[in-house]
Nanobody
Framework: QVQLVESGGGLVQAGGSLRLSCVAS????????MGWFRQAPGKGRESVAT????????AYADSVKGRFTISRDNAKNTVYLQMKRLKPEDTAVYYC???????????WGQGTQVTVSS
């Protein structure tokens, strides 16, 4: 079992920045690929960014490329999402997810709200 706790969300004006953090506990953090997802009101959950277990590989949704950066610190059991030039359409609940590198079901955090005002 992996427990994930997100933080760093809040209210920001368009063009501003936020950094989300997700701290993992319970299992060896480097055994998991990590990802950030978001869900806006009335919409499905979508992948925002993912990072491999060692941090060598990252991937981003087209809508956030060039504005968001995912990173991880395995020594701190933490994955980050640096968000810049935020837009109102980035408003959503942001979740982190841990996927075992051996496959199988992943684990979700409880989410953190990001609201971008125009």
């Amino acid at each position: 079992q992996v427990q994930l706790v997100e933080s760093g969300g809040g209210l920001v004006q368009a063009g501003g920045s936020l950094r989300l953090s997700c701290v993992a506990s319970g299992r060896t953090f480097s055994n998991y690929n990590m990802g950030w997802f978001r869900q806006a009101p009335g919409k499905g959950r979508e992948s925002v960014a993912t990072i491999s277990w060692g941090g060598a590989r990252t991937a981003y949704a087209d809508s956030v490329k060039g504005r968001f950066t995912i990173s991880r610190d395995n020594a701190k059991n933490t994955v980050y999402l640096q968000m810049k030039r935020l837009k109102p359409e980035d408003t959503a609940v942001y979740y982190c997810k841990a996927d075992p590198i051996t496959g199988g079901a992943g684990y979700w955090g409880q989410g953190t709200q990001v609201t971008v005002s125009s």
